[in-house]
């Protein structure tokens, strides 16, 4: 007997399990999510099928050991596969296996179809693009067609043109249907994905137009037209929906999501979620964080560098602990622009759509199956680089203004001296205030900011969340890739000139215990007395220069 360690399904064959894996469960291992032996005591993983299956068959083995040991050293097909005669073995089997064995010749095509459509998912699933995607299936489509003729002409040459047998595996032959016929275009993939699994379809919103040339293909003359400038997005509501049909994923949202005493790990243990109006009286409410950054889609360094550049915004739910929001599959795409359409509209209308769904989860909630009552939420924090915070937030976008903080109104020559938020000098931006810059800026419209700020975001429209609470930082340009690395130089630099060696030092970085995963992360040994002037001046200039500005 072999049990699935999700559902406890018991099935007759080692093969009938992973048939039902794959097929009920689509269940595909990986590193990440790995096969689990529930056979007795066994609880032994696996990241392959292979490996899993010829773990199964010492199970295997020992079973039909127990059950005739005389019989245990010919225990292949009687004991593995669709051959079982045991009656006590079929009664303990899983009715829908039952079903799923006998049912015909029909719905073995269909468990076919469903095993290619979950490898072609698991190619797109990896980045590969839709064109290489096609080719490999139509390839696979002719391999699987010459192998069904080879097979054919092979097998209906050992009889007679006259024999019956003949007659009816020749039909069964002309009956058989290529299952990757139903993939080998774009279209028929997705409407078999959409019937599978559903898909969330993104929408194209469209946001001006613009005149553009095109070729015209009857005259072959270049042709001025009219082009759409449009945005595509992904209603976050439909995706929040299609997350919580993941069982796991709402015993997680289920969990109370509770802060720890003195203890900041997460969202939740801060100030703002304590005082906030609806997480701190609705634990169960949905903590959605966005985060906005632009990418280059052409070699960055080339003269298209900016033509093709594309913004995207994403999305996590704080609700999730931090390690399941770590994973790429937790986080989730809102909408992709073109960064010249964002320059030329300004953001608010590309986060229109995405305000009015989050309007609907603030005043009407959603219906899901985590919680018997209406789960509303809203946006907690946006976060990225600190360009695309001021582009989004609407404060301006230079970091050499007057005022270029987007949490108070510090001056920049005061930035250099004041350290403290309580320096009578900060003044911390706060609704009110900022209400006044908005009515300036309204008032005055040549002024093109008024203390740092450009115009009033859309954001501010939600009713649980404003841009002057949105206190998330650049962690990465600040501090790690900012500040950091000069302290450390400094460091470097002091040690050297009084403690250690240059060499000694050097030697007791490389050898540090880094540990298991960050150990391929250590600083690369570096040769001080190499012959090499450029190659030796170029790491001391690194290490040791405390103005050095990487540049």
Known sequence: MFKC??????????????????LDHSFYPSTRFKLVCAQDRCRRQFSTYSGFK?????????????????????FTDNCSGDNA??????SMQNPETNSFENKGSGLQIQNVKHICASIIGKLQGSGMANSVVSSVVNDLE???????????????????????????????????????????TETKRMAYFREKWGIVEPVEIMLGVRFDTRRNKLTGTYDQVPVKETFIYIPILETIKFMCRNAEICQLLREPHLSKTNTFEDFC?????KTHPLFSKDQSSLQIQLYYDDFETANPLGSKRTVHKVGALYFVLRNLPPKFNSALMNIHLVALFHTEDMKKYGFDPILQPLINDIKILECFGLDLPFSSEKVYGTICQITGDNLGMHTILGFTESFSARHFCRLCLVDKDDAQNVYDEDDPKIILRGKDLFEMHCNELQSEPQKLSVFGLKHNSTLNNLQFFHVCHNFSL??????????????????????????LSKNDLLSRVYAFD?????RKNRPTRINLDSTNELYNRKYKCYLWSPHNNDK
């Open 5 to 22: 360690f999700i559902c406890q399904a018991v099935h007759a064959a080692s093969q009938l399990l992973i048939t039902h894996l794959r």
């Open 54 to 74: 010829k773990h199964l068959v010492v199970h295997e083995k020992e079973f039909c050991q127990s059950v005739d040991p005389v019989k245990s050293a010919c």
């Open 85 to 90: 005669e045991d009656g006590d073995t079929n």
């Open 142 to 184: 002719d391999l699987a067609t010459g192998l069904h003729a080879q097979v054919k002409h092979d097998i209906l040459a050992h009889f007679s043109k006259d024999d019956p047998v003949r007659a009816t595996l020749n039909e069964s032959f002309e009956n058989y249907e290529n299952p990757l016929i139903s993939f080998n």
């Open 269 to 273: 243990d801060g100030s703002y979620y």
């Open 474 to 499: 650049d962690i990465m340009h600040d501090i790690l890739e900012g500040v950091a690395q000069y302290e450390i130089k400094l460091l470097m630099e002091y040690l050297s000139e009084n403690v």
């Open 514 to 518: 880094y540990g298991y995963l960050e």
